[in-house]
């Protein structure tokens, strides 16, 4: 008989960026928070120190901050006629877990969504026809908009402390910044990144054909930050491990960099590590939350009671919670009922090596997470898309992240796998690359979701999710486009050989593209197409929120956690304004 | 250790000059290393005080810690202080004045000198190994309550620095590792990458800090010809992309 | 129990230790950095002698020695195949192994019920049947008859004893890639040969001064985690070349 426990006010189910900035928010007002991470222990010092943490066997061959994949797997499949299979080693999308979850293994590539990603349908209807787009995409609005959510935009980058120059304050366009990003109200709290060489030969090429170039907005500090919570970040040292890795100079915005050193020391919040949530228990009407269960380190079950319910445990985690415990129908491909599950989406990731001659030295491992040179003309809609028959863009982006050898040695086409001349091609071309990094728009479609196996289970005997996803042909279309029209600034850059790689189907597990996986819990205002409504509460569960990526209804072109940020603030003050005062539906 | 008296300094810039090769003349254009060297003995016409004078023909200054030890810092590393000394970024009544004093190429030369100087070992203080070994934790791993991190991911395995732009630990002397921790703490020298380091550090660190240092080897000066070369290549590309962003 | 034994139980407790190694364990590393002068690659861990002699002359010709660079057999690749296969890696404690096992479509990865240690072991030993059987044993093939014959297993063309060979293929380039550029501390990349190659610094990282200085040649000793230990107990840091 499990343990029933004494109970909480609020439980957040994982402690990464949004169960920490949950608890937190709702800590200060006084309520008794519950943080229940399942992973273990995560601190800068100790465990994010150099040398030990440059390890690129260990964290990145190795996967050493992500999810144990030997517990707990998920089954994925291209098409839902075939049979999924375990993902029985991470590499296409790296899941993490642990006490900052992927808020420690980002790289803190720093970007705002688009106005017209927040009402995409209407917004692409509106400008392009119904017609325009394809029958077997379900592309939908939000529920809220960016103007709502700029306050909370604001309030997540001063978290964090995010280093970039404004582009748009309030209407007025700003030099040095990107002009193609949606007003925000203030500029950013630090300033942009140094450039790296790669970068500055692509600015060039940039302006030269007519683009607008930019350092990408970055979660790395350029200099020593004190955060509004009172928390110091120190500056990043370009030491190139930064994604998949802890940073150990407290440079890079981090649950433990910006949140925890605070909130560990408020009384009202309790942390249990090693705490795996089975299920959220439900009273018999099945519209109420009692709490959750949860197994703990020795394989003990615990009832653990709260009032309400924050289902903060990563974008893939947050589905198979709500599906093992029935909030919420699961969505069913075939007959279009149902919502948990729909519209999963991913980033739809193009790349371009381009190879320079051996007097240009790039040193591309000087590098951090977020450094990079960008442009956003041809990303979501910023481009007129008539004639081209096809939705959404890419941003592009020169510069690198990292250039760890293991899985970084470039080699042109045509050089053989291994062997001799491979060997002599890796030494010729490793400091004289460079990849051109083009991160799409993933567009929902009908025959993309998520739902439980029906075969394979994790170590708890709970079945794992099932992923059933591919390429939708709008995006391999998308691709092709961007991809043509990025070489060219490729070639002008002085390049001995560029190489096209748009992403094309199927989607494999194989190799790593992107580990920003959205859709799921899918917020909106209709509830037969959505999971949440737009305060992130459940429709069938009030004291359930759902907060994550998940939410989204598709993705837009860029990295997902800052707009993450957003909905964590919106949902904190949803909470705090509203659901507290007079809980039950908010919509 | 005493400091040696002027008839010294000379003699030893005869005897090195002969092992240099060809003959020494004030301001020449030739041998940069045997100008470096009249320059640590002898100052600069335009004033600059000789260097060996606080820091030693050698590089190991007096042993006391009120000059830093500057043998086999990387020439990039000491050309950059002296730069930043001239600039008024870097405070100090002394080292202003004399780096304002000397030409590029004299800051070039003195400091290819002294990257090169290779004095012995002097015996250090000793200090009680409970302290050592706090500042070997703190060097090593940091410390997770004053959140500041280990100081060899930038300082280098053993403190020995990352050439060429981090200058060793090892082996410099206490008491001036003291003052410059403390002149970080309280901001009164600046640097983007010790400033929130230090500024979070407790004071009682830092003297477990200094004290392990202090008693680490001095790493070995490069002695392979290649490795010289590619040093000052690097130094050299480095210096003149700098000086062309000026 | 004389001094050999001492150390050598010492090894094996340090060179596992090694694998599982965290952070701040810097007296472990060292500990292992003094005893690798003890020959440990003469000592049995999980590869018996035919599978180190296969892999010696496969690793030798997927990255061969030149005139300035190592090959992978003389970077250790070997040694650190065996130590892989040995811990966890090898074990599949990285993996989900859980069945019912079936073949699916290659964007699925790999469904075999091997673990790493046992596809290895497996394939080495069809491999080794197969070329007994055929007349000449793989290390005693040419240069050329050795690399047709990885491209035979490259592209598939044996079946291993129920292993398509492709995934061992596969796998094994992976392991020499991975044996070549990854820290020396894994036993590999000996003399940090493959970093020096291409110019990669390192474990020690900073370089806060040098991001935009454009087109520096920057050369540096590469610089390995188990440095500190190296520098701590009196060992050169710089090795023979």
Same mark, same amino acid.
């Given at each position: 008989m499990p343990q029933k426990l004494k109970e909480v006010d609020v439980v957040c189910?994982?402690?990464?960026?949004? #169960?920490?900035?949950?608890?937190? %928010?709702?800590?200060?007002?006084g309520l008794k928070v519950l943080g229940l991470e399942r992973g273990q222990a995560r601190h800068t010092v100790p465990t994010f120190q150099a040398p030990a943490m440059h390890d690129?066997?260990?964290?990145?061959? =190795?996967?050493?901050?992500?999810?144990?994949?030997?517990?707990?797997?998920?089954?994925?499949?291209?098409?839902?006629?075939?049979?999924?299979?375990?993902?029985?080693?991470?590499?296409?999308?790296?899941? #993490?877990?642990?006490?900052?979850?992927?808020?420690?293994?980002?790289?803190?590539?720093?970007?705002?969504?688009?106005?017209?990603?927040?009402?995409?349908?209407?917004?692409?209807?509106?400008?392009?026809?119904?017609?325009?787009v394809d029958p077997e995409l379900r592309i939908q609005d939000w529920g809220v908009t960016y103007q709502e959510l700029e306050p909370y935009y604001d309030k997540f980058e001063y978290l964090l402390g995010i280093c970039g120059k404004a582009g748009n304050l309030n209407g007025n366009l700003e030099p040095g910044g990107n002009p193609l990003e949606s007003p925000r109200s203030r500029e950013y709290p630090n300033p942009p990144m140094k450039e790296q060489y790669a970068g500055a030969l692509f600015r060039?090429?940039?302006?030269?054909?007519?683009?607008?170039?930019f350092l990408q907005p970055s979660a790395n500090m350029t200099r020593p930050y004190t955060n509004p919570l009172g928390v110091t970040l120190g500056p990043c040292m370009y030491c190139g491990f930064c994604e998949r890795y802890g940073c150990e100079h407290y440079a890079k915005s981090s649950p433990q960099s910006c949140v925890l050193p605070v909130l560990l020391k408020n009384p009202n919040f309790e942390l249990r590590l090693q705490s795996h949530v089975l299920r959220i228990n439900l009273d018999n009407t099945k519209k109420k939350a009692t709490g959750v269960s949860y197994m703990d380190a020795q394989g003990r079950e615990f009832e653990q009671p709260a009032n309400l319910v924050l289902v903060t445990a990563y974008a893939l985690n947050n589905p198979r919670i709500l599906l093992l415990s029935g909030v919420g129908k699961p969505y069913d491909p075939v007959t279009e009922k149902g919502v948990v599950g729909r519209n999963y989406a991913y980033q739809t990731q193009s790349y371009i090596p381009v190879f320079f001659g051996e007097d240009v030295n790039l040193n591309s491992y000087m590098a951090a997470g977020a450094s990079g040179t960008v442009i956003d003309d041809f990303s979501v809609d910023n481009f007129d898309h008539s004639g081209l028959g096809f939705i959404g863009g890419c941003y592009v982006m020169a510069g690198s992240t990292n250039a760890r050898p293991i899985e970084f040695h470039p080699t042109p086409p045509g050089t053989p796998r291994w062997g001799s001349k491979w060997k002599e091609a890796v030494r010729r071309h490793y400091n004289h690359t460079a990849v051109f990094n083009l991160s799409g728009t993933s567009t929902a479609m009908r025959w993309n979701y998520l739902d439980l196996d029906p075969t394979y289970r994790d170590a708890w005997g709970m079945p794992l999710l099932r992923m059933t996803f591919d390429f939708p042909d709008n995006d391999v279309r998308m691709a092709r486009h961007v991809t043509s029209k990025a070489s060219e600034i490729a070639h002008r850059m002085g390049a001995k050989v560029v190489v096209n790689e748009p992403r094309t189907r199927p989607f494999t597990v194989t190799t790593y593209q992107s580990t920003h996986n959205t859709g799921g819990t899918v917020m909106g205002a209709d509830p037969s197409t959505s999971v949440l409504n737009r305060y992130c509460q459940t429709w069938d569960v009030p004291n359930v929120f759902v907060v994550g990526a998940s939410n989204y209804p598709q993705n837009s072109s860029y990295n997902p956690t800052i707009t993450l940020g957003a909905l964590i603030y919106w949902t904190a003050d949803a909470l705090k304004q509203?659901?507290?005062?007079?809980?039950?539906?908010?919509? | 250790m005493k400091q040696l008296s002027p008839t010294k300094y000379i003699c030893v810039i005869i005897a090195a000059g002969s092992i240099i090769g060809g003959p020494i003349s004030l301001g020449a254009a030739g041998d940069n290393s045997s100008s470096g060297a009249v320059i640590v003995a002898q100052g600069t016409p335009r004033g600059a005080v000789a260097c060996a004078r606080c820091h030693g023909f050698e590089g190991a200054s007096d042993g006391s810690g009120a000059f830093p030890a500057l043998a086999g810092q990387t020439e990039y590393y000491l050309s950059h202080q002296l730069q930043r000394y001239a600039s008024g970024q870097r405070r100090n009544a002394i080292m202003e004045f004399i780096a304002k004093a000397l030409t590029s190429d004299e800051?070039?030369?003195?400091?290819?000198?002294?990257? =090169?100087?290779?004095?012995?070992?002097?015996?250090?203080?000793?200090?009680?190994?409970?302290?050592?070994?706090?500042?070997?934790?703190?060097?090593?791993?940091?410390?997770?309550?004053?959140?500041?991190?280990?100081?060899?991911?930038? =300082?280098?395995?053993?403190?020995?620095? %990352?050439?060429?732009?981090?200058?060793?630990?090892?082996?410099? *002397?206490?008491? *001036?590792?003291?003052?410059?921790?403390?002149?970080?703490?309280?901001?009164?020298?600046?640097?983007?990458?010790?400033?929130?380091?230090?500024?979070?550090?407790?004071?009682q660190h830092i003297e477990a800090i200094a004290v392990y240092f202090d008693q680490l080897p001095r790493p070995a000066n490069p002695t392979n010809e290649e490795e010289i070369w590619n040093q000052s290549t690097t130094n050299s590309q480095v210096r003149r992309k700098r000086l062309q962003k000026k | 129990m004389n001094e050999n034994q001492l150390s050598g139980s010492r090894r094996d407790f340090v060179r596992s230790a090694l694998i599982t190694i965290s952070t701040g364990t810097i007296s472990t590393a060292g500990a292992a950095a003094r005893d690798r002068a003890h020959t440990p690659e003469k000592e049995q861990r999980f590869l018996n002698d035919s599978e180190k002699e296969f892999l010696w002359a496969a690793v030798d010709r997927l990255i061969p020695p030149d005139e300035r660079w190592a090959g992978a057999a003389e970077a250790g690749v070997v040694n650190f195949i065996d130590l892989q296969m040995g811990g966890a890696w090898g074990r599949g404690d990285l993996l989900y192994m859980h069945g019912p096992f079936r073949q699916g479509s290659w964007t699925q990865g790999y469904q075999l019920e091997y673990t790493p240690a046992e596809l290895f072991r497996r394939s080495i030993l069809a491999i080794n049947r197969q070329c007994a059987a055929q007349g000449t044993p793989f290390t005693q093939m040419s240069h050329t008859e050795k690399d047709a014959f990885l491209i035979t297993l490259e592209k598939g063309e044996l079946d291993l004893d129920g292993i398509p060979s492709n995934i061992f293929f596969d796998q094994l380039l992976d392991q020499t890639v991975q044996g070549f550029f990854s820290d020396p501390i894994y036993g590999g990349n000996k003399n940090k040969v493959g970093w020096r190659m291409i110019g990669f610094p390192g474990a020690y990282a900073n370089y806060f001064d040098l991001v935009d200085k454009h087109g520096i040649d920057f050369r540096r000793e590469p610089l390995s985690i188990g440095e500190q230990a190296l520098a701590e107990f009196g060992m050169p840091m710089k090795e023979s070349k």
């Amino acid at each position: 008989m499990p343990q029933k426990l004494k109970e909480v006010d609020v439980v957040c189910i994982g402690v990464g960026w949004a #169960g920490s900035v949950l608890a937190y %928010e709702l800590a200060e007002t006084g309520l008794k928070v519950l943080g229940l991470e399942r992973g273990q222990a995560r601190h800068t010092v100790p465990t994010f120190q150099a040398p030990a943490m440059h390890d690129e066997l260990k964290y990145s061959v =190795h996967k050493g901050f992500m999810q144990d994949v030997r517990t707990e797997s998920m089954t994925f499949r291209n098409d839902h006629r075939d049979v999924a299979l375990p993902i029985r080693k991470w590499e296409a999308f790296l899941p #993490g877990t642990g006490l900052g979850g992927c808020g420690v293994h980002w790289n803190g590539q720093a970007w705002r969504y688009q106005q017209a990603d927040f009402a995409y349908k209407t917004h692409i209807e509106q400008r392009y026809g119904k017609k325009f787009v394809d029958p077997e995409l379900r592309i939908q609005d939000w529920g809220v908009t960016y103007q709502e959510l700029e306050p909370y935009y604001d309030k997540f980058e001063y978290l964090l402390g995010i280093c970039g120059k404004a582009g748009n304050l309030n209407g007025n366009l700003e030099p040095g910044g990107n002009p193609l990003e949606s007003p925000r109200s203030r500029e950013y709290p630090n300033p942009p990144m140094k450039e790296q060489y790669a970068g500055a030969l692509f600015r060039k090429a940039a302006l030269e054909m007519g683009y607008h170039p930019f350092l990408q907005p970055s979660a790395n500090m350029t200099r020593p930050y004190t955060n509004p919570l009172g928390v110091t970040l120190g500056p990043c040292m370009y030491c190139g491990f930064c994604e998949r890795y802890g940073c150990e100079h407290y440079a890079k915005s981090s649950p433990q960099s910006c949140v925890l050193p605070v909130l560990l020391k408020n009384p009202n919040f309790e942390l249990r590590l090693q705490s795996h949530v089975l299920r959220i228990n439900l009273d018999n009407t099945k519209k109420k939350a009692t709490g959750v269960s949860y197994m703990d380190a020795q394989g003990r079950e615990f009832e653990q009671p709260a009032n309400l319910v924050l289902v903060t445990a990563y974008a893939l985690n947050n589905p198979r919670i709500l599906l093992l415990s029935g909030v919420g129908k699961p969505y069913d491909p075939v007959t279009e009922k149902g919502v948990v599950g729909r519209n999963y989406a991913y980033q739809t990731q193009s790349y371009i090596p381009v190879f320079f001659g051996e007097d240009v030295n790039l040193n591309s491992y000087m590098a951090a997470g977020a450094s990079g040179t960008v442009i956003d003309d041809f990303s979501v809609d910023n481009f007129d898309h008539s004639g081209l028959g096809f939705i959404g863009g890419c941003y592009v982006m020169a510069g690198s992240t990292n250039a760890r050898p293991i899985e970084f040695h470039p080699t042109p086409p045509g050089t053989p796998r291994w062997g001799s001349k491979w060997k002599e091609a890796v030494r010729r071309h490793y400091n004289h690359t460079a990849v051109f990094n083009l991160s799409g728009t993933s567009t929902a479609m009908r025959w993309n979701y998520l739902d439980l196996d029906p075969t394979y289970r994790d170590a708890w005997g709970m079945p794992l999710l099932r992923m059933t996803f591919d390429f939708p042909d709008n995006d391999v279309r998308m691709a092709r486009h961007v991809t043509s029209k990025a070489s060219e600034i490729a070639h002008r850059m002085g390049a001995k050989v560029v190489v096209n790689e748009p992403r094309t189907r199927p989607f494999t597990v194989t190799t790593y593209q992107s580990t920003h996986n959205t859709g799921g819990t899918v917020m909106g205002a209709d509830p037969s197409t959505s999971v949440l409504n737009r305060y992130c509460q459940t429709w069938d569960v009030p004291n359930v929120f759902v907060v994550g990526a998940s939410n989204y209804p598709q993705n837009s072109s860029y990295n997902p956690t800052i707009t993450l940020g957003a909905l964590i603030y919106w949902t904190a003050d949803a909470l705090k304004q509203r659901y507290l005062k007079r809980p039950g539906p908010l919509m | 250790m005493k400091q040696l008296s002027p008839t010294k300094y000379i003699c030893v810039i005869i005897a090195a000059g002969s092992i240099i090769g060809g003959p020494i003349s004030l301001g020449a254009a030739g041998d940069n290393s045997s100008s470096g060297a009249v320059i640590v003995a002898q100052g600069t016409p335009r004033g600059a005080v000789a260097c060996a004078r606080c820091h030693g023909f050698e590089g190991a200054s007096d042993g006391s810690g009120a000059f830093p030890a500057l043998a086999g810092q990387t020439e990039y590393y000491l050309s950059h202080q002296l730069q930043r000394y001239a600039s008024g970024q870097r405070r100090n009544a002394i080292m202003e004045f004399i780096a304002k004093a000397l030409t590029s190429d004299e800051i070039e030369s003195v400091a290819r000198y002294y990257a =090169h100087a290779n004095p012995p070992s002097y015996p250090r203080l000793s200090a009680p190994p409970d302290l050592i070994a706090r500042g070997k934790q703190l060097a090593l791993m940091g410390d997770a309550s004053a959140r500041v991190q280990d100081c060899v991911s930038c =300082h280098g395995p053993n403190g020995e620095g %990352e050439p060429p732009t981090i200058p060793y630990l090892a082996g410099q *002397y206490k008491h *001036y590792l003291e003052i410059q921790l403390l002149m970080f703490n309280k901001g009164y020298r600046t640097s983007e990458q010790m400033a929130r380091v230090a500024h979070q550090m407790p004071e009682q660190h830092i003297e477990a800090i200094a004290v392990y240092f202090d008693q680490l080897p001095r790493p070995a000066n490069p002695t392979n010809e290649e490795e010289i070369w590619n040093q000052s290549t690097t130094n050299s590309q480095v210096r003149r992309k700098r000086l062309q962003k000026k | 129990m004389n001094e050999n034994q001492l150390s050598g139980s010492r090894r094996d407790f340090v060179r596992s230790a090694l694998i599982t190694i965290s952070t701040g364990t810097i007296s472990t590393a060292g500990a292992a950095a003094r005893d690798r002068a003890h020959t440990p690659e003469k000592e049995q861990r999980f590869l018996n002698d035919s599978e180190k002699e296969f892999l010696w002359a496969a690793v030798d010709r997927l990255i061969p020695p030149d005139e300035r660079w190592a090959g992978a057999a003389e970077a250790g690749v070997v040694n650190f195949i065996d130590l892989q296969m040995g811990g966890a890696w090898g074990r599949g404690d990285l993996l989900y192994m859980h069945g019912p096992f079936r073949q699916g479509s290659w964007t699925q990865g790999y469904q075999l019920e091997y673990t790493p240690a046992e596809l290895f072991r497996r394939s080495i030993l069809a491999i080794n049947r197969q070329c007994a059987a055929q007349g000449t044993p793989f290390t005693q093939m040419s240069h050329t008859e050795k690399d047709a014959f990885l491209i035979t297993l490259e592209k598939g063309e044996l079946d291993l004893d129920g292993i398509p060979s492709n995934i061992f293929f596969d796998q094994l380039l992976d392991q020499t890639v991975q044996g070549f550029f990854s820290d020396p501390i894994y036993g590999g990349n000996k003399n940090k040969v493959g970093w020096r190659m291409i110019g990669f610094p390192g474990a020690y990282a900073n370089y806060f001064d040098l991001v935009d200085k454009h087109g520096i040649d920057f050369r540096r000793e590469p610089l390995s985690i188990g440095e500190q230990a190296l520098a701590e107990f009196g060992m050169p840091m710089k090795e023979s070349k």
